[in-house]
Protein backbone atom coordinates (compact mmCIF):
# COMPACT_ATOMS: atom_id res chain seq x y z
CA UNK A 1 0.00 0.00 0.00
CA UNK A 2 1.18 3.18 -0.61
CA UNK A 3 1.17 4.66 2.81
CA UNK A 4 3.74 1.73 3.56
CA UNK A 5 6.25 3.27 0.72
CA UNK A 6 9.30 4.69 2.95
CA UNK A 7 11.30 6.86 3.59
CA UNK A 8 9.13 7.70 6.56
CA UNK A 9 8.79 11.13 7.84
CA UNK A 10 6.87 12.57 10.53
CA UNK A 11 6.85 15.69 12.96
CA UNK A 12 7.23 15.83 16.69
CA UNK A 13 7.59 18.39 19.12
CA UNK A 14 11.73 18.83 18.36
CA UNK A 15 11.12 19.12 14.83
CA UNK A 16 10.67 16.70 11.86
CA UNK A 17 12.44 13.13 11.88
CA UNK A 18 12.87 10.24 8.68
CA UNK A 19 13.90 6.67 8.74
CA UNK A 20 14.29 4.16 5.56
CA UNK A 21 14.38 0.69 7.92
CA UNK A 22 16.08 -2.64 5.99
CA UNK A 23 14.98 -5.56 7.91
CA UNK A 24 11.81 -7.10 10.14
CA UNK A 25 11.30 -6.43 13.71
CA UNK A 26 10.20 -9.74 15.32
CA UNK A 27 8.66 -7.95 18.52
CA UNK A 28 6.39 -5.49 16.69
CA UNK A 29 3.48 -6.46 18.07
CA UNK A 30 4.03 -6.45 21.04
CA UNK A 31 5.54 -2.64 20.83
CA UNK A 32 2.67 -1.70 18.91
CA UNK A 33 0.28 -2.68 21.56
CA UNK A 34 2.22 -1.55 24.32
CA UNK A 35 2.25 2.17 22.27
CA UNK A 36 -1.37 1.95 21.32
CA UNK A 37 -2.05 1.30 25.04
CA UNK A 38 -0.70 4.75 25.80
CA UNK A 39 -2.62 6.83 23.34
CA UNK A 40 -0.29 6.20 20.05
CA UNK A 41 -2.44 6.22 16.57
CA UNK A 42 -0.93 4.46 13.74
CA UNK A 43 -1.42 5.17 10.04
CA UNK A 44 0.63 2.21 8.49
CA UNK A 45 1.08 -1.37 8.73
CA UNK A 46 4.62 -0.99 8.74
CA UNK A 47 6.83 -1.89 11.96
CA UNK A 48 8.98 0.79 10.94
CA UNK A 49 6.36 3.43 12.00
CA UNK A 50 6.85 1.81 15.60
CA UNK A 51 10.55 3.14 15.94
CA UNK A 52 9.18 6.94 14.83
CA UNK A 53 6.60 6.51 18.13
CA UNK A 54 9.37 5.04 20.16
CA UNK A 55 11.83 7.64 19.61
CA UNK A 56 8.72 10.61 20.06
CA UNK A 57 8.15 9.22 23.47
CA UNK A 58 11.19 8.83 24.95
CA UNK A 59 12.38 11.20 27.49
CA UNK A 60 16.06 11.10 26.42
CA UNK A 61 18.40 14.08 25.13
CA UNK A 62 19.89 15.18 22.99
CA UNK A 63 18.18 13.55 20.09
CA UNK A 64 20.65 10.68 18.59
CA UNK A 65 20.14 9.43 22.61
CA UNK A 66 16.65 9.26 21.77
CA UNK A 67 17.44 6.68 18.34
CA UNK A 68 19.46 4.57 20.47
CA UNK A 69 16.69 4.56 23.35
CA UNK A 70 14.35 3.30 20.73
CA UNK A 71 16.25 0.93 19.41
CA UNK A 72 17.73 -1.22 22.89
CA UNK A 73 13.81 -2.15 23.06
CA UNK A 74 13.86 -3.61 19.17
CA UNK A 75 14.76 -7.09 18.54
CA UNK A 76 15.26 -9.11 15.26
CA UNK A 77 16.91 -7.27 12.24
CA UNK A 78 17.34 -3.72 11.19
CA UNK A 79 19.55 -1.34 9.66
CA UNK A 80 18.38 2.17 9.82
CA UNK A 81 19.14 5.59 8.37
CA UNK A 82 17.50 8.98 10.37
CA UNK A 83 17.06 12.08 8.81
CA UNK A 84 16.74 15.27 11.11
CA UNK A 85 17.37 18.83 10.09
CA UNK A 86 21.08 18.89 10.97
CA UNK A 87 21.83 15.14 11.65
CA UNK A 88 22.66 11.70 9.60
CA UNK A 89 22.40 9.41 11.69
CA UNK A 90 22.76 5.07 10.68
CA UNK A 91 22.47 2.26 13.25
CA UNK A 92 22.00 -1.30 12.56
CA UNK A 93 20.94 -4.25 14.83
CA UNK A 94 23.59 -6.04 17.32
CA UNK A 95 23.57 -9.18 15.59
CA UNK A 96 24.14 -7.46 11.60
CA UNK A 97 21.24 -9.51 10.00
CA UNK A 98 20.92 -6.75 6.56
CA UNK A 99 24.27 -4.90 5.42
CA UNK A 100 24.96 -1.21 6.09
CA UNK A 101 27.61 0.57 4.39
CA UNK A 102 29.49 4.07 4.63
CA UNK A 103 31.22 6.21 1.90
CA UNK A 104 31.99 9.40 1.17
CA UNK A 105 31.90 11.65 -1.45
CA UNK A 106 34.60 14.13 -2.91
CA UNK A 107 33.29 17.27 -1.31
CA UNK A 108 33.22 15.26 1.81
CA UNK A 109 29.94 14.38 2.32
CA UNK A 110 29.02 11.21 4.14
CA UNK A 111 26.61 8.51 2.73
CA UNK A 112 25.36 5.36 3.69
CA UNK A 113 24.03 2.55 1.91
CA UNK A 114 22.82 -1.11 1.84
CA UNK A 115 25.27 -1.97 -0.95
CA UNK A 116 28.56 -0.57 -2.40
CA UNK A 117 27.25 -0.44 -6.02
CA UNK A 118 25.26 2.58 -4.58
CA UNK A 119 28.20 4.63 -3.83
CA UNK A 120 29.72 3.62 -7.22
CA UNK A 121 26.90 5.35 -8.74
CA UNK A 122 27.10 8.68 -6.57
CA UNK A 123 30.91 8.79 -7.33
CA UNK A 124 31.04 8.40 -3.65
CA UNK A 125 34.11 5.76 -2.23
CA UNK A 126 33.38 2.97 0.08
CA UNK A 127 34.98 3.39 3.60
CA UNK A 128 33.59 0.67 5.82
CA UNK A 129 30.74 -1.09 6.95
CA UNK A 130 28.17 -0.09 9.89
CA UNK A 131 29.50 -2.29 12.71
CA UNK A 132 27.12 -4.72 14.62
CA UNK A 133 25.03 -2.71 17.27
CA UNK A 134 26.90 0.70 16.19
CA UNK A 135 25.34 3.91 15.94
CA UNK A 136 26.68 6.60 13.73
CA UNK A 137 26.16 10.12 13.64
CA UNK A 138 26.94 12.79 11.35
CA UNK A 139 26.88 16.10 11.71
CA UNK A 140 28.47 19.41 11.04
CA UNK A 141 31.07 18.30 13.50
CA UNK A 142 32.10 15.09 11.47
CA UNK A 143 31.50 11.02 12.23
CA UNK A 144 30.53 10.30 15.84
CA UNK A 145 30.67 6.40 16.57
CA UNK A 146 28.27 4.74 19.54
CA UNK A 147 28.20 1.28 20.80
CA UNK A 148 24.49 0.52 20.62
CA UNK A 149 24.84 -2.28 23.32
CA UNK A 150 26.82 -5.36 23.92
CA UNK A 151 26.56 -7.21 20.63
CA UNK A 152 26.64 -11.43 20.18
CA UNK A 153 27.93 -13.24 17.46
CA UNK A 154 27.46 -11.65 14.44
CA UNK A 155 24.61 -13.06 12.41
CA UNK A 156 24.68 -11.87 8.66
CA UNK A 157 22.08 -12.91 6.03
CA UNK A 158 23.72 -15.41 3.51
CA UNK A 159 20.98 -14.68 1.59
CA UNK A 160 22.83 -11.32 0.48
CA UNK A 161 25.36 -13.55 -0.99
CA UNK A 162 22.61 -15.78 -2.67
CA UNK A 163 20.30 -13.72 -4.74
CA UNK A 164 19.62 -10.18 -2.85
CA UNK A 165 23.02 -8.26 -3.56
CA UNK A 166 24.14 -6.99 -6.70
CA UNK A 167 27.30 -9.07 -8.34
CA UNK A 168 29.53 -5.48 -8.14
CA UNK A 169 28.89 -5.24 -4.67
CA UNK A 170 31.01 -5.93 -1.76
CA UNK A 171 28.73 -6.98 1.23
CA UNK A 172 30.00 -8.42 4.55
CA UNK A 173 33.54 -7.99 3.28
CA UNK A 174 32.95 -10.62 0.42
CA UNK A 175 32.46 -9.94 -3.39
CA UNK A 176 29.05 -11.21 -4.45
CA UNK A 177 30.10 -11.99 -7.42
CA UNK A 178 33.14 -14.01 -5.90
CA UNK A 179 31.00 -16.06 -3.79
CA UNK A 180 28.26 -17.26 -6.56
CA UNK A 181 31.20 -18.11 -8.57
CA UNK A 182 32.38 -20.71 -6.18
CA UNK A 183 29.03 -21.60 -5.39
CA UNK A 184 29.00 -22.65 -8.92
CA UNK A 185 32.17 -24.68 -8.89
CA UNK A 186 30.90 -26.24 -6.12
CA UNK A 187 27.95 -27.66 -7.48
CA UNK A 188 30.29 -28.74 -10.72
CA UNK A 189 32.59 -30.19 -8.20
CA UNK A 190 29.67 -32.09 -6.02
CA UNK A 191 26.82 -32.37 -8.29
CA UNK A 192 28.49 -33.06 -11.93
CA UNK A 193 26.48 -34.50 -14.79
CA UNK A 194 27.31 -35.56 -18.38
CA UNK A 195 25.92 -32.35 -20.74
CA UNK A 196 26.31 -30.35 -23.46
CA UNK A 197 25.59 -26.57 -22.37
CA UNK A 198 25.12 -24.74 -18.86
CA UNK A 199 22.50 -21.69 -18.63
CA UNK A 200 21.25 -19.96 -15.94
CA UNK A 201 17.87 -18.44 -14.51
CA UNK A 202 18.68 -14.93 -15.53
CA UNK A 203 19.91 -12.75 -13.80
CA UNK A 204 20.74 -14.08 -10.04
CA UNK A 205 22.06 -17.44 -11.62
CA UNK A 206 24.53 -15.64 -14.06
CA UNK A 207 27.39 -15.57 -12.00
CA UNK A 208 26.66 -19.24 -10.04
CA UNK A 209 26.47 -20.66 -13.87
CA UNK A 210 29.44 -19.12 -14.70
CA UNK A 211 31.56 -20.80 -12.57
CA UNK A 212 29.76 -24.36 -13.04
CA UNK A 213 30.34 -24.24 -16.91
CA UNK A 214 34.36 -22.88 -15.77
CA UNK A 215 34.85 -26.12 -13.65
CA UNK A 216 33.07 -28.73 -15.45
CA UNK A 217 34.67 -27.36 -18.83
CA UNK A 218 31.50 -27.09 -20.31
CA UNK A 219 30.51 -23.99 -22.65
CA UNK A 220 28.30 -21.35 -20.90
CA UNK A 221 25.53 -19.93 -23.11
CA UNK A 222 22.47 -17.70 -22.95
CA UNK A 223 19.39 -20.60 -23.45
CA UNK A 224 16.78 -18.20 -21.40
CA UNK A 225 16.39 -14.25 -21.97
CA UNK A 226 14.74 -11.99 -19.39
CA UNK A 227 12.24 -9.62 -20.11
CA UNK A 228 13.61 -6.27 -17.67
CA UNK A 229 9.66 -4.84 -17.89
CA UNK A 230 8.56 -7.86 -15.06
CA UNK A 231 8.92 -8.10 -11.74
CA UNK A 232 10.01 -10.52 -9.07
CA UNK A 233 7.24 -13.16 -9.80
CA UNK A 234 7.86 -15.41 -6.14
CA UNK A 235 6.48 -12.16 -4.69
CA UNK A 236 3.53 -12.01 -6.53
CA UNK A 237 0.38 -11.82 -4.93
CA UNK A 238 -1.30 -15.11 -6.69
CA UNK A 239 0.04 -18.10 -8.19
CA UNK A 240 -1.87 -17.40 -11.40
CA UNK A 241 -0.21 -14.24 -11.89
CA UNK A 242 3.25 -15.65 -10.73
CA UNK A 243 2.52 -18.57 -13.48
CA UNK A 244 1.49 -15.76 -16.72
CA UNK A 245 4.90 -13.79 -15.19
CA UNK A 246 7.26 -16.74 -15.68
CA UNK A 247 6.10 -16.81 -19.22
CA UNK A 248 6.37 -13.07 -19.52
CA UNK A 249 10.03 -12.95 -17.65
CA UNK A 250 11.29 -15.62 -19.35
CA UNK A 251 11.55 -16.76 -23.51
CA UNK A 252 13.87 -19.98 -24.36
CA UNK A 253 16.62 -19.26 -27.06
CA UNK A 254 16.24 -22.71 -29.48
CA UNK A 255 18.83 -22.68 -31.27
CA UNK A 256 21.48 -23.45 -27.98
CA UNK A 257 18.70 -25.89 -26.69
CA UNK A 258 17.77 -27.76 -28.84
CA UNK A 259 18.54 -31.49 -28.92
CA UNK A 260 20.71 -31.11 -25.90
CA UNK A 261 21.66 -31.89 -22.67
CA UNK A 262 20.96 -28.80 -20.34
CA UNK A 263 22.33 -27.75 -16.93
CA UNK A 264 19.99 -24.70 -15.61
CA UNK A 265 21.89 -22.96 -12.76
CA UNK A 266 19.38 -21.09 -10.42
CA UNK A 267 19.97 -19.14 -7.21
CA UNK A 268 17.66 -21.08 -5.24
CA UNK A 269 14.05 -22.88 -5.45
CA UNK A 270 10.90 -21.27 -3.33
CA UNK A 271 7.80 -22.78 -3.62
CA UNK A 272 8.98 -24.37 -7.04
CA UNK A 273 6.16 -23.53 -8.97
CA UNK A 274 8.67 -21.45 -11.08
CA UNK A 275 11.28 -24.02 -11.38
CA UNK A 276 8.45 -26.55 -12.74
CA UNK A 277 7.67 -23.63 -15.63
CA UNK A 278 11.19 -23.15 -16.54
CA UNK A 279 11.77 -27.00 -16.83
CA UNK A 280 8.57 -27.13 -18.76
CA UNK A 281 9.72 -24.21 -21.45
CA UNK A 282 13.45 -25.52 -21.90
CA UNK A 283 11.31 -28.97 -22.86
CA UNK A 284 9.41 -27.58 -25.36
CA UNK A 285 12.12 -25.40 -26.71
CA UNK A 286 13.62 -28.79 -27.66
CA UNK A 287 16.13 -29.59 -24.57
CA UNK A 288 17.02 -33.65 -24.48
CA UNK A 289 17.63 -33.13 -20.95
CA UNK A 290 17.20 -30.82 -18.31
CA UNK A 291 19.28 -30.99 -15.03
CA UNK A 292 18.36 -28.25 -12.49
CA UNK A 293 21.50 -27.02 -10.33
CA UNK A 294 20.39 -24.62 -7.03
CA UNK A 295 23.06 -22.64 -5.87
CA UNK A 296 21.79 -22.52 -2.38
CA UNK A 297 20.79 -25.03 0.48
CA UNK A 298 17.31 -26.23 -0.02
CA UNK A 299 15.24 -23.63 1.99
CA UNK A 300 12.85 -25.00 4.35
CA UNK A 301 11.63 -22.30 7.00
CA UNK A 302 10.29 -19.17 6.74
CA UNK A 303 12.58 -15.58 7.11
CA UNK A 304 11.82 -13.34 9.95
CA UNK A 305 14.81 -10.82 9.58
CA UNK A 306 13.18 -9.24 6.06
CA UNK A 307 13.66 -11.66 3.52
CA UNK A 308 10.29 -11.43 1.63
CA UNK A 309 9.79 -15.56 2.11
CA UNK A 310 6.88 -17.41 2.31
CA UNK A 311 5.33 -19.24 5.11
CA UNK A 312 7.38 -22.47 6.25
CA UNK A 313 4.37 -24.27 4.88
CA UNK A 314 4.55 -22.79 1.25
CA UNK A 315 8.42 -23.67 0.86
CA UNK A 316 8.22 -26.89 -1.06
CA UNK A 317 11.69 -28.09 0.88
CA UNK A 318 10.20 -28.22 3.94
CA UNK A 319 7.27 -30.57 2.01
CA UNK A 320 9.35 -32.52 0.23
CA UNK A 321 13.11 -34.61 -0.44
CA UNK A 322 15.22 -33.35 -2.88
CA UNK A 323 13.97 -36.65 -5.24
CA UNK A 324 9.94 -35.45 -4.66
CA UNK A 325 11.07 -31.70 -5.89
CA UNK A 326 12.78 -33.29 -8.67
CA UNK A 327 9.60 -35.06 -9.85
CA UNK A 328 7.73 -32.40 -8.86
CA UNK A 329 9.19 -29.89 -11.23
CA UNK A 330 10.08 -32.28 -14.28
CA UNK A 331 13.53 -32.32 -14.08
CA UNK A 332 16.20 -35.07 -15.44
CA UNK A 333 18.05 -34.50 -12.02
CA UNK A 334 18.21 -31.89 -9.29
CA UNK A 335 21.21 -31.22 -6.86
CA UNK A 336 21.62 -28.18 -4.11
CA UNK A 337 24.61 -26.50 -2.77
CA UNK A 338 25.13 -28.74 0.77
CA UNK A 339 24.73 -26.50 3.37
CA UNK A 340 28.23 -27.99 5.07
CA UNK A 341 30.10 -26.70 1.44
CA UNK A 342 28.84 -23.54 1.46
CA UNK A 343 30.09 -23.31 5.57
CA UNK A 344 33.52 -24.75 4.67
CA UNK A 345 33.93 -22.28 1.84
CA UNK A 346 33.21 -19.57 4.51
CA UNK A 347 35.97 -20.94 6.76
CA UNK A 348 36.27 -18.96 10.40
CA UNK A 349 33.81 -16.73 8.93
CA UNK A 350 30.68 -19.04 8.74
CA UNK A 351 29.68 -19.02 12.13
CA UNK A 352 29.17 -14.86 11.86
CA UNK A 353 26.58 -16.32 9.14
CA UNK A 354 22.27 -16.83 9.64
CA UNK A 355 21.39 -20.01 8.59
CA UNK A 356 18.11 -19.87 9.58
CA UNK A 357 15.87 -20.27 6.61
CA UNK A 358 18.25 -23.71 5.66
CA UNK A 359 18.36 -25.08 9.01
CA UNK A 360 15.09 -23.46 10.98
CA UNK A 361 17.05 -22.47 14.18
CA UNK A 362 16.74 -19.10 14.67
CA UNK A 363 19.24 -16.10 15.97
CA UNK A 364 16.31 -14.37 17.20
CA UNK A 365 13.35 -16.37 18.42
CA UNK A 366 10.17 -15.07 17.70
CA UNK A 367 8.17 -14.76 20.49
CA UNK A 368 4.86 -13.88 18.96
CA UNK A 369 2.22 -16.30 18.13
CA UNK A 370 2.10 -14.64 14.50
CA UNK A 371 5.21 -12.13 13.00
CA UNK A 372 4.37 -9.37 9.98
CA UNK A 373 5.34 -10.53 6.69
CA UNK A 374 7.15 -7.91 4.70
CA UNK A 375 5.07 -7.84 1.58
CA UNK A 376 4.19 -11.29 -0.02
CA UNK A 377 0.75 -13.22 0.37
CA UNK A 378 -0.75 -16.17 -1.28
CA UNK A 379 -4.29 -14.78 -1.88
CA UNK A 380 -5.55 -14.01 -5.29
CA UNK A 381 -5.89 -10.44 -4.51
CA UNK A 382 -9.79 -11.19 -4.97
CA UNK A 383 -10.92 -13.20 -1.92
CA UNK A 384 -8.43 -13.03 0.20
CA UNK A 385 -8.69 -11.33 3.75
CA UNK A 386 -7.82 -8.02 4.28
CA UNK A 387 -4.71 -8.64 6.35
CA UNK A 388 -3.44 -10.04 3.42
CA UNK A 389 -3.59 -6.74 1.55
CA UNK A 390 -1.19 -5.31 3.98
CA UNK A 391 1.20 -7.81 3.70
CA UNK A 392 -0.16 -10.65 5.62
CA UNK A 393 1.52 -12.67 8.51
CA UNK A 394 3.08 -15.81 9.01
CA UNK A 395 3.10 -18.41 11.82
CA UNK A 396 6.13 -17.71 14.15
CA UNK A 397 7.98 -21.22 15.52
CA UNK A 398 7.26 -20.82 19.39
CA UNK A 399 9.42 -23.05 20.54
CA UNK A 400 13.13 -23.67 18.66
CA UNK A 401 13.54 -26.86 20.84
CA UNK A 402 10.95 -28.89 19.23
CA UNK A 403 11.28 -28.27 15.18
CA UNK A 404 12.36 -31.28 14.14
CA UNK A 405 14.94 -31.24 10.72
CA UNK A 406 14.82 -34.40 9.13
CA UNK A 407 17.86 -35.83 6.93
CA UNK A 408 16.10 -35.63 3.95
CA UNK A 409 16.78 -31.96 4.66
CA UNK A 410 13.00 -30.42 5.31
CA UNK A 411 11.37 -29.63 8.72
CA UNK A 412 8.87 -32.58 9.56
CA UNK A 413 7.45 -30.26 12.21
CA UNK A 414 7.29 -26.56 13.27
CA UNK A 415 5.78 -25.89 16.39
Not at 122 to 138: D, H, K, M, Q, S
Not at 165 to 183: A, D, I, K, Q, T
Not at 367 to 394: A, C
Amino acid sequence: MLKNVQPFVAGYRFGSVGVAHNGNLVNYMKLRAMLEDNGSIFNTSSDTEVVLHLIATSKTRPFFLRIVDACEKLEGAYSMVFLTEDKLVAVRDPYGFRPLVMGRRSNGAVVFASETCALDLIEATYEREVYPGEVLVVDKDGVQSLCLMPHPEPKQCIFEHIYFSLPNSVVFGRSVYESRHVFGEILATEAPVDCDVVIAVPDSGVVAALGYAEKAGVPFQQGLIRSHYVGRTFIEPSQKIRDFGVKLKLSPVRRVLEGKRVVVVDDSIVRGTTSSKIVRLLKEAGAKEVHMRIASPPIIASCYYGVDTPSSEELISNRMSVEEIREFIGCDSLAFLPLDSLKRLLGEESTDFCYACFSGKYPVQPKEIKVKRVGDFVDDGLNGSLESIDGGWVQAPQNQDAQKVSEAGKLSSLT
